[in-house]
């Protein structure tokens, strides 16, 4: 039998009846294998080039210092570590004094990015030596080589400092920056009990160490401690990975759906095409039993051949795209792991081929043997149907496990084949009435009436095309959607500069410079420092340690918060609940985050301590505030008449062209008592982030495409056969060619039509779903699709269509008849 099956099996070869199923098999193994492996890979050097604003991949901070656990439990696991401290200090040369925030570092600081000097030094400066920025330098008239009064050590500029690998502690860490080696501390005598420092623990290694290291740690976290990774840190980092993460997510569900859906379409035909076949092989004396163990083997030749073919141009594949990633991505400590991806390809093919072939293959064995005299009949066996839900099961859950996410799963899979059973249960209905009203004389009329006459055919490959159409348009207007999204939250004019602790009698004079360059600038927010110390009269000022449940305490309780005082609604912000408050009044608008995570709602009181005294007001709104537009943004906000009379600083941001870093220059030294912060730097590695994300993604729209290109083909190869019987026919009747080519084409156009307008419909609903859930954005409708897609979808059908129907043209209609 084994033998029979080998010898059927080449014979089918070499008849081309097995080269669409074997390419689907090959495809599904080469496109899981392949998009597994650049998902895992990109992840990992998206997240490793987002550490850099980290300065590693896991940082634990710290108030009260690092407990040697943490250092001892890093080292168990072999992750490298640094150290740094930072704090607030007076940095003396000759009679000019500035305030700075030093930061102390360890050998191997950083542990991702680099120190950008402008004299080419590496490491970290050395004992006795600090490295500064050169508005240091302008604000304490110094320059490269002179000394440095910081506390009671006296320490030489060696370095100006360019960029630092990690600016992304807030408003805190933009004064003046000044790096000193952890050793020279001590020395200093800054540090005495009551100072406040922030003890940093800088690690990195292997995801695996990274996520043991946390699943460890988490539990054990003190209230004054904070563990954080790119994921928990900047949003405008965090989001982009995380969207980027899903949108591969999403096409590795596509790839599979779609190579799926041409196994099952290619094997279909295969089936189909067999059945005379084997009913005659049963009219021989051929068991069922028999049967199934002849295609048994043919099933395992073709999933040795496929698995060998896709796993090898996977690993190729794979190979090309480290190297395209590599040279996309400049990370030196890229894992290359083709393992995982391999076996992952093998066992989604697997359950595909058993999901979407396995069913036809034993439809073939339930061949009744009066088929030979009457060809309408065909085999039924539900268990077949059982099968394929069970496969499908299978094939939900391993997309489940490796994507991650049971939503995006659920809602591509799941929720795509249910709107298009809904969609062809619609079509099967429509079919019906047509061929109940009766079919008109046009050339429509007559597609329509050949259409109808066999609804079940018609359907299922509608449904097909659709469905593959859906995949790739999914896939390529979700892409749009990220790169659309990502422009708009990082555009050309986002502020790059702070102004902060800007006097109230410089801000006049600052807004009129920033106007003569024509900077776009932010409004002018005053800022007052108060503690909230009351929640509807009740203290909420305890010690952290005293509390039970000290653990899920908020920071918004433990520290002072930057108040505001404005009398319109703050731009970027959206008011969720309740109104803007009268100018009179003593009312509070509470930003809505902090309020859910306060347990605050409109007509709580709020009491606040400032150094000078106290106020207390009525929540009256929510807002909702975009932490991460580089602009300043605050919790609280107050009217005027109730904060004005506290002495307040100023804040505001500005974009300042490339072109007039210059003028900028003059501006600081114009204005020596404002701490100005150049966020510059950390604006063009989110840039550098962005316009890597939008290649990688576009390099993934490659796979997806050539799966919904094999799905077209087999789709539209599965409906030719009766197709080319019928016209065989009618040119045996005596119809001529031109009328046959006509109608042919008619019926392929219609065929096609009605598959786009179903892969723009399904695609607009999946589309706006997604783009609420995931990109936490405004679905908006795409007229152009409803044109475009419909009518290319009409014309690839046809042209396909009458390729795959040239022999009925050619060839004499008896040689036709017999072949079929």
């Known amino acids: 039998m084994r033998a029979l099956a080998w010898r059927l099996l080449r014979r089918d070869w070499r008849a081309g009846e097995l080269t669409l199923l074997l390419a689907a098999l090959a495809l599904a193994v080469a496109a899981t294998t392949s998009l597994r492996f650049f998902s895992t890979s990109l992840e990992q050097a998206m997240r490793q080039q987002a550490a850099q604003l980290l300065g590693a991949d896991l940082v634990l901070s710290s108030t009260r210092g690092l407990r040697p656990m943490w250092v001892d439990e890093a080292q168990r696991l072999q992750l490298r570590q640094a150290q740094t401290l930072e704090f607030g200090s007076m940095a003396q ?41 050169e508005r240091l330098l302008g604000l304490l008239q110094a320059q490269d080589g002179d000394t440095l009064q910081i506390g009671e050590s006296t320490l030489r500029i060696t370095a100006i400092l360019d960029r630092d690998a990690d600016r992304s502690n807030g408003f805190a860490a933009l004064s003046p920056r000044l790096i000193m080696n952890l050793a ?34 988490k539990p054990r976290l003190e209230p004054h401690e904070r563990l954080r990774d790119v994921s928990s840190g900047n949003k405008r980092v965090s989001d982009p990975i995380n969207n980027a993460g899903s949108y591969l997510s999403l096409a590795a569900i596509a790839a599979v759906l779609l190579s799926g859906i041409a196994v099952a379409l290619a094997t279909r035909r295969y089936a189909d095409r067999h059945l005379d076949a084997l009913a005659l092989m049963r009219c021989l004396g051929g ?36 190297r395209l990633l590599a040279g996309l991505l400049p990370v030196t400590t890229l894992e290359f792991a083709i393992a995982r991806p391999l076996l992952t390809g093998v066992a989604t093919a697997t359950l595909t081929l058993a999901g979407f072939a396995l069913p036809a293959f034993l439809k073939l064995a339930q061949v009744p043997p009066l088929r030979v005299m009457r060809r309408e009949l065909q085999p039924a066996d539900w268990s077949t149907l059982r099968l394929t839900a069970l496969a499908l099961a299978a094939l939900f859950l391993l997309m489940t496990l490796e994507t991650g996410k049971l939503w995006l799963t659920s809602l591509v899979l799941l929720g795509g084949l249910g709107l298009a059973a809904l969609c062809g249960g619609l079509l099967w209905l429509a079919l019906r009435r047509w061929r109940q009203r009766g079919g008109g004389q ?18 299922s490959q509608v449904l097909a095309l659709g469905l593959g159409l859906t995949a790739m348009l999914l896939v ?54 108060g503690r909230l ?47 803007w408050f009268k100018p009179d009044a003593a009312e509070v608008s509470v930003e809505a985050e902090l309020a859910k995570r306060l347990d605050l709602k409109l007509g709580d009181s709020l009491r606040l301590q400032m150094a000078e005294g106290s106020v207390e007001a009525r929540i009256t709104s929510l807002r909702t505030v975009d932490w991460n537009n580089f602009r300043p943004n605050f919790y609280l906000v107050f009217p005027r008449q109730l904060l004005e009379s506290y002495p307040a600083s100023y804040l505001a941001s500005f974009h300042v062209p490339d072109a007039d870093k210059t003028a900028m220059s003059t501006l600081v030294r114009g204005f020596p008592t404002v701490v ?145």
Do not use: C
């Not at 040795?304 to 794979?318: E, I, K, N």
């Open 184 to 217: 020279d501390v001590p020395a200093t005598g800054i540090l005495q009990p009551g100072s406040r420092v922030n003890y940093r623990l800088l690690l990195a290694g292997p995801p695996s160490a990274l996520q043991t290291y946390q699943a460890w740690g």
């Open 533 to 579: 110390v009351a929640i509807n009269g009740k203290a909420v000022q305890k010690p952290a340690e005293a509390e039970p449940d000290s653990g899920n305490r908020d920071n918004a309780l433990d520290r002072e918060l930057n108040l505001t005082w404005s009398d319109i609604l703050p731009e970027e912000n959206t008011l969720t609940e309740g109104a």
């Open 93 to 133: 040369h000759g009679e000019q004094f500035q305030l700075v925030t030093v930061k102390a570092v360890s050998p191997g600081y950083p542990l991702r990015g680099e120190l950008k000097l402008r004299n080419g030094l590496t490491g970290i400066p050395a004992a006795g030596t600090v490295w500064v920025e």
């Open 287 to 322: 068991t069922r039993r028999q049967l199934l163990t002849l295609f048994g083997w043919q099933l395992l030749f073709l999933w040795l051949t496929a698995m060998l073919a896709g796993g090898l141009a996977g690993f190729l594949a794979a190979q090309g795209l480290h």
């Open 442 to 459: 046009s050339r429509l009329a007559q597609a329509l009436d050949g259409l109808a006459r066999q609804p079940a055919a018609t359907i």
């Open 676 to 820: 100005f912060a150049d966020i510059g730097q950390i604006m063009a590695e989110l840039q550098k982030l962005m316009d890597q994300l939008a290649d990688a993604v576009q390099a993934v729209l490659v796979f997806v495409v050539l799966a919904g290109v094999l799905v077209l083909l087999t789709g539209i190869a599965a409906g030719l056969d009766g197709r080319r019987q019928e016209a065989a026919l009618l040119r045996a009747l005596g119809a001529k060619r031109g009328q046959l080519q006509r109608r042919a084409g008619m019926e392929l156009l219609v065929l096609g039509g009605m598959a786009g307008l179903l892969a723009v419909l399904l695609n607009e609903i999946l589309l706006a779903v997604l783009t609420v859930q995931l990109l936490e954005g405004t679905p908006t409708m795409h007229p152009l699709w409803w044109l475009a897609v419909p009518g290319t979808s009409a014309m690839l059908t046809l042209a396909v269509g009458l390729a795959g129907m040239r022999r009925v043209w050619t060839v004499s209609p008896m040689d036709v008849l017999r072949e079929n």
């Open 476 to 529: 390529f207007s979700l892409r749009s959607e990220l790169l659309a999204q990502w422009r708009a939250d990082l555009p050309a004019d986002t502020p790059n500069q702070f102004a902060i602790a800007i006097p109230a009698d410089q801000v006049q004079p600052l807004q009129a410079v920033i106007q003569q360059h024509h900077w776009r600038s932010s409004p002018f927010y005053p800022v007052v420092r």
